[in-house]
């Protein structure tokens, strides 16, 4: 261990979180660290029950109790007793009972002695200055044992609940109620493997086959894929630049026809507001607004999946323009987020999805939902069962980096920095499109959040059209770009309901995933494919 | 990064395997060095496909193909199509390719430069001995791109396939092949997330509502609450010490009535053949033999869950007898394992589990099934959309642990040294039972494998017996151990069948998880808590 390291652990560690807060400091007033010092040890122990609500920091006596979910719920989900051996832990909190209980192998059998990582210091968070100025963080295995943390190998790499470790889901709900500020009384988090996951038990919990469920009518290809084998279809729901349409998301469910439909009236909507995938569209505050109230007026439950959230970006100011400058402190940070439907939600109708995936790393496999007491304990219950918590070593390796190194504030300033990142990304692919693509059949929207430029091609112009579909003219396409070198996924990949009548061909490309030059080149062998399909000029410039 | 840490990775990395075996040698014979320098590069990218048949060592060409199983499969496995986005990588082998396809963030943004573990070098396995001698090794965040390995963080933190990284799913392969060298030409392995994902999986792929599946009528309690929310309901089958009887299965089959079984004649075998939990019954290897055929005349499938197979002991001889020595080579070591179902299995009829929970952590949440390819491909197809596969810090630790610094004979050598460690901890725990319990009450037979003692109490000399049933008694008891400062499980926790007739009184204590002063004085705890309960003279010695 380097002398580095002995420091960070001296200074961050177990204490609380740290503060360095190089911006402004909202989470100040948090009283993250006197609310913290109320917490009871023994939920730091293996396999310990720990419950979301003792690391909320805010009162929330004097507001509105969630709505119940009964009516909804499955057969399944209401057939749920849980894991009665996990339930035996309630009598370990004893003091000095001997357990023979719990079949649990002892961590003197774990080959792993130490773990350390190498990762960013707040404020130098790029790759080649975390090569020269990265923090060295090691853990023990028996840290927690001999005081030296809250959280080790020992008991990281041990079995867990299925709400994942109470180190984690501390600051994972801390993290939850400083951004969204969830305005009624019992919401609750509980970790997931992840936002696919997350979707599959959601939907065990709250649909029965033979239900169809309320999406954008592009939609993240693997929900469809998640639902359909259950026998939930989607209900596809017309979108424009700003994704789902209110009045028409309404006017379906006022004309809901159960026999014509082949399903009851729907009661779940999916939703990705921010940067949805593939069509990059992000709700505004208003639109949002305009969505809750149809799924108040419906009663709705919504399924809030958000990956893309903390990669909204700066706006885009042209190819030739000067950047906007990014927030310059945390409270003006947060302000720049489009209210998320967990902030708006006095109802207790919506189940957040957040995860790792997209703003550290998704072999993390961990992420979190925020919903209500009720729909978290279905979930836990199923997860006691099935998934169990997330891995242990993704865990530990985040509550290492999150709490104990960067803290809130320090975790705040990375996802800045993934913004200006994003921001950055974005850019180059705009200046690519406007460089390269052939505008009289090429149309675009710049992407405000998210992974994804989402491109219509204007099919009727293809000299093949109409005597040929638009699967089929898309398909020439998509397999012209890969002769060309290069992919982008096909619009139709994004059907929400594969029988409804799609009027347009879109093309999906990221920027989250190439470095800039390549974003460019790629871009450009999609121009010239589109230029080959469409018979135009192969050295056409843009417009042309 | 210290220079042992640097000597290790260079003689050990990406040529191959490790064989330092300091046993001998079945493992050379395997020819894993000739057969693994044919693997393709392609599979070790991001998120890239792998197939497990590519890593098998042996020809399995003229072996009996795999039954089909479909008509066994639920609707949710028959209307499963994959994750088409998934599908698109097929075309990222293209040389040259640019893709903006996935949605795939790039590694530069995931704040991790280095993972750095210190575990046991081969032969020093103990915790002191790790502390001591334990080995460094490093894993860089690009060592792929830069030739140091076949698999880094850039690679193992993105996103994966639901089976799991070719990295890892290639000593898994392997590992499987060499202990139960299966019969028929189509097995594979895919990755899980655990074994208790992979049975709730299990069940989705192969059982519909109102079906019940066949287990020793003491259970696994969490398989019990996996099955019933999806509607299965245990079908309990009588044991012996030997677990299962094989004649009671032929009974209960043959003699099924679905009218009052309220449930469709089971196809579904549901079984822990080695140190099973709760009952610590090991099936001998006749027993095995005898339940396949019984499965075979009723087409079960088998659902083969084996979390303790390498927690098989040494003989018991007493607590004053010598030790029986430990097998002196890796094959006598294998030979002295009970055959598995899997390696018995000609049909393809097994899905077999494992799991690293027992033998590396459990907080690693990363396990496997071998089956039939086409069980495989299920599995697989649902991960897709679910759980996807393992945390890749699981998989990458996983690997440079097993692949890069172990290797296969030393591993073996772990799990001997496992062998030892457990032998050493039952044989603990029943001198102390021989010790401190009232053998006039108590009754049972030393475990052969797995982490459970499971001690028969005599209800009938219980005071208050008839007057109180069974499960109060039962009760009262456990009550009282805790009263007296110990935990032990209930037998009826893990009553396959609630409804059925149990006609005995267990208790279940566990000897994997304290220290041995600790386990004895727990015992002495439990045969106070008994001797209070059953009126007997609190200071009596064994068998009073």
């Not at 885009?316 to 939600?345: C, E, I, K, N, R």
Request: glycine share 8%; with cysteine.
């Amino acid at each position: 261990m380097s002398p580095s390291a002995i420091d960070v652990e001296a200074v961050t560690d177990t204490s609380g979180v740290t503060l360095p807060d190089p911006l402004s400091a909202p989470i100040k007033s948090n009283d993250i660290l006197g609310r913290r010092r109320k917490t009871e040890k023994g939920q730091w122990g293996i396999a310990a029950p720990s419950n979301t609500v003792n690391f909320r920091q805010k009162s929330y006596e004097h507001k509105p109790k969630a709505r119940r979910w009964d009516h909804y719920a499955s057969p399944e989900a209401l057939n749920r007793k849980g894991n009665s051996l996990k339930g035996a832990v309630k009598y370990l909190s004893r003091p000095g009972l001997i357990s023979l209980g719990g079949g649990l192998p002892s961590s003197t059998n774990f080959p792993f002695e130490e773990l350390t990582i190498k990762v960013p210091a707040v404020g130098h968070f790029s790759e080649a200055e975390t090569r020269d100025s990265g923090v060295t963080i090691t853990v023990g295995k028996h840290d927690l044992a001999n005081e030296k943390a809250i959280f080790d190998i020992g008991t990281a790499f041990n079995y867990g609940q299925g709400s994942g470790s109470a180190q984690l889901l501390r600051w994972i709900t801390e993290h939850t109620e400083l951004v969204h500020k969830p305005k009624y009384q019992d919401w609750a988090c509980t970790m997931t493997i992840g936002s696919t996951s997350a979707l599959d038990m959601a939907l065990r919990m709250l649909s029965r086959p033979g239900d169809m469920m309320l999406s954008e009518e592009y939609t993240f290809s693997a929900a469809v894929e998640t639902a359909l084998p259950l026998g939930v279809r989607m209900a596809s729901v017309p979108i424009d630049d700003e994704g789902l349409l209110p009045d028409e998301l309404d006017r379906i469910l006022c004309t809901w026809d159960a026999n014509v439909r082949g399903g009851r009236k729907p009661h779940l909507l999916y939703t990705v507001p921010t940067g949805q995938n593939p069509t990059g569209a992000t709700q505004s505050a208003p639109r949002r607004r305009a969505i809750y109230a149809v799924c108040q007026k419906h009663d709705l439950f919504i399924l809030e999946d958000e990956p893309y959230y903390f990669l909204q970006m700066q706006p885009y100011t042209g190819a030739h323009a000067p950047d906007v400058p990014p927030p310059t402190s945390h409270a003006a940070f947060l302000d720049a987020l489009v209210p998320s439907f967990l902030s708006l939600d006095t109802d207790g109708r919506v189940m957040r999805l957040d995860s790792f995936s997209k703003v550290i790393a998704p072999g993390s496999r961990v992420g979190w939902i925020t919903a209500s007491q009720q729909i978290v304990k279905w979930y836990q219950t199923h997860a006691d069962v099935s998934t169990q918590g997330p891995s242990g070593a993704s865990q530990l390796l985040l509550w290492k980096l999150l709490d104990t190194h960067w803290g809130h504030a320090g975790y705040l300033d990375w996802l800045l920095y993934l913004r200006v990142e994003y921001t950055a990304r974005r850019n180059v692919i705009l200046a690519a499109c406007e460089k390269y693509l052939p505008r009289a059949i090429v149309s675009w929207r710049p992407p405000m959040a998210g992974m994804f430029h989402w491109m219509r091609v204007d099919h009727t112009l293809h000299p093949d059209f109409p005597a040929k579909s638009i699967e089929t003219i898309e398909e020439e396409i998509f397999l012209r770009v890969i002769e060309c070198g290069a992919l982008v996924m096909r619009g139709s990949y994004f059907y929400a309901d594969k029988e409804a009548v799609h009027g347009d061909m879109f093309f999906r490309a990221t920027y989250a995933a190439a470095p800039a030059e390549r974003i460019d080149e790629g871009i450009r062998r999609f121009g010239e494919a589109l230029r080959l399909e469409f018979g135009l000029d192969p050295n056409g410039k843009n417009g042309q």
